[in-house]
């Protein structure tokens, strides 16, 4: 019975601690975006044509650009 008890002390404990390291990545994380020193935003490095005006391949459903005449990947029956 004490035993049990003892493990499950123990469990609450690494929880508690887990929690609290969690936390406090977190939080340094946080503040080092604020400071300008964490990873920085995802920029788009494909131009905005990639983005917004990608019409799908009629033969293989994968999106390309429009100006594409197929999408080039291999085993695509439209290319070519
Ligand atoms: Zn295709």
Redesign the pocket.
């Known amino acids: 019975m004490f035993s049990k008890l003892l493990v499950l002390a123990l469990l609450i404990a690494v929880a508690w601690y887990g929690m609290k390291a969690y936390r406090r990545i977190q939080e340094d994380r946080a503040r080092a975006i604020k400071r300008g020193e964490g990873p920085a935003p995802a920029k788009p490095k494909t131009p905005a044509v990639m983005s917004e005006d990608m019409v799908k ?1 009629t ?4 999106y ?1 650009a429009p100006d594409a005449q ?2 080039g ?1 291999p085993g ?1 029956p ?2 070519g």
Do not use: I
């Not at 033969?59 to 994968?62: E, K, L, R, T």
């Open positions: 391949c033969a293989c459903g994968v390309v197929a999408c990947k695509c439209q290319r």
